[in-house]
């Protein structure tokens, strides 16, 4: 039985043992369900079954579309907010269609509708899938409540490129992370399916999207299977086990096939392997790109190859609606497979409950948008999500000794830029910027000079800001990006703070204050430069609604930093690509010189003659997993509880974890195993397990974390996912480069 079945048999179960007097669904059995869509089905002409498989993008007036959906030729729409209309096209649909078959409404709802929380790099950070589940649930009350009921998220593509704009939108570059956030975010969206708040994920891009050589976005990727595998599938895998009812195909093309045209992901992998019964909507004009590909000669020609390759739903090429009839009828595609696409289609349809609650109570709906709780849920996650880099002490500080605070800086009160991209329907009305958190808080002691009016400004002195810092008794400077540079077509070359802001830093540390920077982002900009223009750094990517409150607390101490890095922090952008999982290879760095210490004269003979740049060295700025906290954690008694386990055994580690300081604190525990041999050659490190630990000052644990041997399967020289036997290690730290391994054997 495959996924999204189990699912609902899963939420009626729920719904039967429940007995909250809530309303209660109808929409019937799996049995009942596969019986509706065929019955429906069998009532279908050619014509109508194509128009399922037609999804628009709404603009403009009612009228434009009101034909076409009577006819029956458009199955969704996209891009629509406003509940009176999503009635409207739905009283349309149902009453004047002949078949009365709803529209299912999609929008990019991607961190939050109107609330919106920490982009999706950000919640990665927070290393919460619990608090990341309540978000994506609170983003589908408030979405639904206008007639959403399918959101184009969560992002899933492995990022180890920060020049691509679209690493905001994922988790980041591990599998694992990524993988736990996928899972999280679906059960959130989707919640009890059926239930009127229960809105359709769609798992995209399927795949490989953030490999695009170079970081630029819709370029081509050439990833191996064995990488596509071992990497980029895996999160995908584990949405579709979670439920996921819907998945979208990327823009590139992988080792010169796209996606949208690629049999092998599209049915190979997702239908046969993984039993995935859910719908596949290509990208915008994703099949229509593949004659830009070089992949098929005209629009008839992509809608031919997208629908045999096991697309179900054309979104805005207008390929299928314009050319699948003629291709059936000329044989070149079997109605068997457009019977198979619309399937899919009615099965999200019907699961949703959309036959009998097509439409949105649009009173209700507004009183649930910006509610207090979820506020209060998008602060607690922008003050998980930030993470400390640097403290040198200043941090937290102590209201009570600062009589004059100097806010400044293009990010500290930029309503609309720290909601970060794809936050169409966020009104920066209702965004509380650093700025205005503080000044709310400490009325009378904030002074405001912005220094630089937005990111990109370039100024070559500051006089006004850095004399107001020298009468300050402290600097809060906000920086970063704004918005617009970072997310989809928005990728960089160059990622060190953008316009003049390091020169805004430098001038502000010449003040002798103390500096504490805040750096809002869409990616890990290469900060190394700035940190000793600051006494203490907090980087939090773009924070959304709740980001000024959240990062006042943190600033003075009402919260304890917890956010750790989703991906590593390099250097300088000449070490892309750089992350902590890379294979093992056959030269590995052994701290040998840079350029400033060799003797340049001595030839090649003086170099190390391993993996590393002479000018930069073999490591990134910060590695994946890292963040500081107002306390110390301190790892101990680190031990196995066998020294041998079979394939299909469950190792458990057990440690003491202890924090040493003054704080109480919350940190991230982190797992990390390597494979010492295998078939091929394997990383240097995975992460295996994670969990947050709340301990109290002065207090230590014992904790264990267990962790399925199957877990370290792959797929080796022959292409078979399995455990190999052999020797491994595994690390319990605070992030991937600390800690000592301690060794274990699969047999
Ligand atoms: C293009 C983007 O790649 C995709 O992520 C998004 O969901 C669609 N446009 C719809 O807006």
């Known amino acids: 039985m495959n996924n999204i079945r189990n699912l609902i048999l899963s939420s009626l179960l729920l719904l039967l043992v429940s007995c909250s007097g809530q309303k209660v669904s109808t929409v019937g059995s799996t049995a009942d369900i596969e019986s509706r869509v065929d019955r429906l089905l069998a009532r279908m002409t050619l014509s109508e079954k194509i128009g399922q498989m037609n999804q628009v993008s709404a603009g403009g007036e009612i009228s434009n579309y009101a034909d076409a959906l009577r006819e029956g030729k458009i199955g969704s729409m996209l891009n629509e907010v406003d509940p009176v209309k999503i009635n409207e096209y739905q009283r349309i649909c149902v009453e004047e269609s002949r078949l009365g078959i709803p529209l299912l409404i999609g929008r990019d709802v991607i961190h939050g509708f109107h609330t919106v929380f920490p982009i999706p790099l950000g919640l990665a950070a927070t290393f919460d899938p619990e608090l990341v589940e309540a978000g994506a649930r609170i983003a589908a009350v408030e979405a639904t409540g206008q007639g959403i009921r399918w959101t184009f998220s969560p992002m899933l593509d492995i990022a180890r490129d920060p020049r691509w704009g679209r690493m905001a939108e994922g988790s980041g570059e591990d599998t694992y992370l990524d993988a736990r956030m996928a899972e999280a975010m679906v059960r959130g969206y989707q919640g009890s399916l059926s239930d009127p708040t229960s809105m359709a994920a769609c798992i995209k891009h399927f795949v490989g999207y953030g490999a ?55 049915k190979d992998v997702l239908r046969d392997e993984w039993g995935f ?191 107001a810092a020298r009468r300050a008794d402290v600097v809060l400077a906000f920086l970063g990006e704004e918005a617009i540079l ?131 060295g073999a490591y990134p700025l910060f590695p994946f997993g890292y963040g500081l906290s107002y306390t110390t954690f301190r790892y101990s008694d680190i031990s196995l509880d066998a020294e041998t386990y079979p394939a299909d055994g469950t190792l458990t580690v057990t440690f003491t974890l202890s924090n040493d300081g003054n704080f109480d604190g919350t940190e991230v525990v982190q797992v990390y195993v390597r494979d010492r041999v295998g078939s091929v050659t394997r990383p240097v490190k995975e992460l295996k397990a994670f969990e947050r630990v709340n301990l109290k000052a002065g207090e230590s644990r014992s904790l264990s974390v267990r962790i399925p041997i199957a877990e370290l399967a792959f797929f080796g020289l022959d292409g078979v996912k399995k455990v ?24």
């Open 212 to 266: 695009a050589e170079g970081g630029r976005d819709y370029n081509s990727t050439f990833l191996t299977e064995r990488q596509l595998r071992n990497v980029y599938l895996p999160p995908f895998e584990a949405a579709v086990k979670a439920g996921a009812m819907t998945l979208m195909t990327s823009f590139n093309d992988n080792d010169g096939v796209p996606s949208t045209g690629n049999t092998f992901i599209l």
């Open 277 to 467: 019964d859910g719908l596949v909507v290509t990208d915008w004009n994703s099949m229509g790109e593949m004659i830009a590909h070089g992949f098929g000669t005209d629009h008839k020609d992509v809608a031919c190859k997208a629908v045999n390759a096991g697309v179900d739903m054309d979104m805005m090429t207008f390929g299928f609606i314009s050319h699948l009839e003629e291709l059936v009828r000329s044989g070149a595609v079997k109605e068997s497979v457009i019977d198979q696409a619309v399937r899919n289609i009615l099965r999200v349809k019907f699961l949703l409950g959309l036959f009998e609650n097509p439409y949105v109570d649009v009173e209700a709906g507004a009183s649930v948008q910006y509610a207090a709780e979820h506020l209060d849920a998008a602060r607690r996650s922008a003050e998980e999500s930030a993470i400390l880099l640097k403290n040198d002490g200043v941090l937290p500080l102590n209201a009570d000794r600062i009589r004059t605070i100097l806010v400044t800086g293009p990010m500290a009160d930029a309503p609309h830029d720290q909601l970060g991209t794809w936050s169409f329907d966020g009104d920066k009305g209702h965004t509380v910027t650093p700025l205005r958190a503080l000044q709310e808080r400490f009325p009378g002691k904030v002074v405001y000079v912005p220094g630089l009016a937005y990111s990109r400004e370039k100024r070559s002195r500051f006089d006004d800001v850095v004399a």
């Open 486 to 616: 970072s997310g989809e077509a928005h990728s960089l070359a160059d990622i060190n703070l953008i316009g003049s802001q390091s020169e805004l830093l430098a001038a502000l540390k010449s003040a002798g204050k103390p500096v504490v920077a805040t750096v809002m982002a869409g990616r890990p900009l290469t900060i190394g430069r700035d940190l000793p223009s600051c006494d203490a750094m907090l980087y939090s990517f773009h924070p959304g609604t709740m980001g000024g409150p959240a990062l006042a607390n943190i600033l003075f101490g009402d919260v304890n930093p917890s956010g750790k890095t989703p991906v590593t922090f390099l250097r300088t952008v000449g070490q892309v690509p750089m992350y902590y999982s890379h294979n093992m290879t056959g030269r590995p760095y052994n701290g040998e010189k840079m350029l400033s210490e060799i003797d340049m004269e001595a030839g090649q003979t003086s170099l190390g003659n391993t993996s590393y740049y002479l000018d930069y």
């Open 724 to 747: 190999e036997p052999g020797d491994f290690q595994l690390w319990v730290a605070g992030d991937s480069a600390s800690g000592e391994p301690v060794s274990f054997k699969v047999q």
